[in-house]
C-alpha cells in the first residue's frame, strides 16, 4: 500500500456535510436529469466533481481579504498582483480576469478568426469552446501514449511535435492562429508536459511564426512532475521550473482557480508584446471590468497573489501529489485502471474498461459518475464523448480518444478517510458493473452542453 503523505497543515475551520440515504439520492439524480451540474451542492457527500474554485484557502489568504483595496481604478491589491505574476512568470503584463475563460474570452478573438486554427496537446472544454467561438477550429496533437490510459509513460501530457508541425505544413502557418500548451494537460487526465516537450514546441512555433500560448491552470502541479522525473531539473527550485516553463510562450491564460487556490479568479499574461497588452486591455474593459480590477474584488485579487506563491510550496505540492498516489495505489490493489501514471489534480478512471459493455453513444464515463454518487454521495463527471459534445459542422456526436470519470481532488479539503470511502465506492461497483445502464440525451444546448443536458438511463 502507498504511504499517506501527512498534511503540511492543521485545521481550524471545518464544514459539516450532509449524509444521504440511497433514496435521497436517486431521487435527487432524477430531479437532476441525470446531470451532475444539475445536483444541489448540499446533497454531495464528497465533491470530486472538479478541483476548480472548490480549494481551501489558508488563514494568510484570509487575512489577504481583509487587506483587500477596493478601489475602482488603481488599488493597491492590483498592483501586488502584477508585481507577484511578473516575479514568477517573467512576464512583462500582467491582465487579471474573472476565471480562465474571460481570458479566453479576452484573448482568442484576437489571434483568431474563421479562417483561422488552433492547435493545442489537448483543448480544455472552455477552451476549445472559445476557439469555436472566436470561429476557429481547434485542434487536438497530444502524445500517442496519452490515449492508453494503461501505459505507464512520463509526460504524457506532452504535445506530439511531429504531428505538430505536419498540421502546421498541411493548414499552412498563416492560418495557425495560436498553439495552447496546456499544463498540465487536463483532458488527457492531468498528465504533465514535460521542459523539453516545451523547447521542441516553442522552435517550432518560432520557426513558423505561430504565436504560442500557456494554458496554465496548473502550472505548479507540472513544475513539481518536471522537478520529480526530469533528470535536469532535480535540483532546481519549483519557482524556477516555473520561470523557464513560461519564457517559452508569448502568453498565458489561466484559471486561477486551481494553483492559486482561490475560488475565483483568472490571469492573463503577456510576456512582452505592449500592442498585444493594449488589444487585452481593451477587450478587459468591454467584457470583464476596468484593467485593475477585471471583474473581480480587490480582496479576491490579494488572495490570488498569496495564493500563487503557496501553491509553488514544495511541501504542499508532496502532499497534494500524494493525495492522488494514494488513492491511485487503492484503485491498483483492486485492478481499477486509469489513466496512469496518475496525473496532478485527480484520478480519471478508465470507465470503457470499467464498464465495456458501454459504446461511447451510452456515455460510460458519465454512466460510472451516475453509478459513483448513488453508490456513495460521490460527485464526478465524465471526461470523454459527453464532454465533447457534436462536431460543430456535421453536429455527429463525436468518438473521445478517452471515456474517463474524473475524480478531480480539491486543495486542502479532504483527509485520507475520505480518500478511502472514495475507493471503496468504486470496488462496490466493480461487483457489479455490468448491471450499470447507459444514457442517452434528451435535451441539448449547442456549445458545452454536458453543464446543461438533460439525460436519462437507457433501460
Ligand atoms: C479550468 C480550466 C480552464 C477554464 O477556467 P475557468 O476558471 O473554469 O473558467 C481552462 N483551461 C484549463 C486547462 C482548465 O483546467
Known amino acids: 500500500m502507498k504511504k499517506y503523505v501527512a498534511e503540511p497543515f492543521r485545521i481550524k475551520m471545518v464544514e459539516t456535510i450532509k449524509m444521504t440515504t440511497k433514496e435521497e439520492r436517486e431521487k435527487s439524480m432524477a430531479e437532476a436529469h441525470y446531470n451532475m451540474f444539475g445536483l444541489r451542492g448540499e446533497d454531495v457527500y464528497i465533491d470530486l466533481l472538479t478541483d476548480s474554485g472548490t480549494n481551501a484557502m489558508s488563514d494568510t489568504q484570509w487575512s489577504g481579504v481583509m487587506r483587500g483595496d477596493e478601489a475602482y481604478a488603481g488599488g493597491n491589491s492590483y498592483y501586488k498582483l502584477v508585481e507577484d505574476g511578473r516575479d514568477i512568470f517573467g512576464y512583462e503584463f500582467i491582465q487579471p480576469v474573472h476565471q480562465g475563460r474571460a481570458a479566453e474570452k479576452v484573448l482568442f478573438p484576437i489571434l483568431l478568426n474563421s479562417d483561422k486554427v488552433a492547435i493545442s496537446n489537448t483543448f480544455f472544454d472552455t477552451t476549445r469552446a472559445h476557439v469555436e467561438l472566436a470561429g476557429a477550429r481547434a485542434i487536438d496533437c497530444v502524445v500517442e501514449e496519452a490515449k492508453q490510459p494503461s501505459l505507464r509513460v512520463k509526460f504524457k501530457g506532452n504535445m506530439d511535435v511531429e504531428k505538430l508541425e505536419k498540421l502546421i505544413n498541411e493548414y499552412g502557418a498563416e492560418k495557425v492562429g495560436v498553439i495552447v500548451m496546456t499544463i498540465t494537460n487536463n483532458s488527457a487526465g492531468g498528465q504533465p508536459v514535460s521542459i523539453a516537450n516545451m523547447r521542441e514546441v516553442s522552435k517550432i512555433a518560432k520557426k513558423y511564426g505561430i504565436h504560442l500560448c500557456i494554458d496554465a491552470a496548473r502550472f505548479a502541479e507540472n513544475a513539481f512532475f518536471i522537478k520529480r522525473d526530469e533528470e535536469e531539473f532535480k535540483d532546481v527550485s519549483i519557482k524556477d521550473i516555473t520561470r523557464e516553463m513560461f519564457s517559452y ?6 484559471s486561477a482557480k486551481k494553483d492559486a487556490i482561490v475560488n475565483m479568479g483568472g490571469l492573463i499574461g503577456i510576456k512582452e508584446d505592449a500592442e498585444l497588452y493594449q488589444k487585452v486591455k481593451g477587450n478587459t474593459i468591454s467584457f470583464e471590468g476596468f484593467i485593475t480590477y477585471g471583474g473581480l474584488s480587490g480582496r479576491d485579487l490579494e488572495s490570488l497573489s498569496i495564493g500563487l506563491y503557496e501553491g509553488l510550496d514544495e511541501e504542499y505540492l508532496k502532499y497534494r501529489n500524494g493525495q492522488m498516489e494514494y488513492l491511485a495505489g487503492l484503485l491498483d490493489e483492486a485492478g481499477i485502471e486509469y489513466q496512469s501514471p496518475v496525473g496532478g489534480h485527480g484520478v480519471f478512471i478508465d470507465a470503457a474498461k470499467m464498464l465495456p459493455h458501454l ?27 459527453f464532454m465533447l459534445g457534436n462536431d460543430p459542422d456535421t453536429k455527429e456526436q463525436l468518438e473521445s480518444d478517452f471515456e474517463f470519470t474524473r475524480l478531480a481532488i480539491p486543495r486542502r479539503v479532504y483527509t485520507q478517510s475520505h480518500l478511502d470511502i472514495i475507493a471503496e465506492a468504486l470496488i462496490n461497483i466493480k461487483k457489479r458493473a455490468s448491471e450499470v445502464p447507459g444514457y442517452r440525451i434528451t435535451w441539448e444546448p449547442e456549445i458545452l452542453r454536458h453543464f446543461q443536458a438533460h439525460v436519462e438511463p437507457i433501460k
Open 249 to 254: 510562450a508569448d502568453t498565458f491564460t489561466m
Open 359 to 385: 459504446k461511447y453513444y451510452e456515455y460510460p464515463g458519465h454512466a460510472l459518475a451516475v453509478e459513483l454518487y448513488l453508490e456513495a454521495g460521490i460527485r464526478t463527471c465524465d471526461i470523454g464523448s
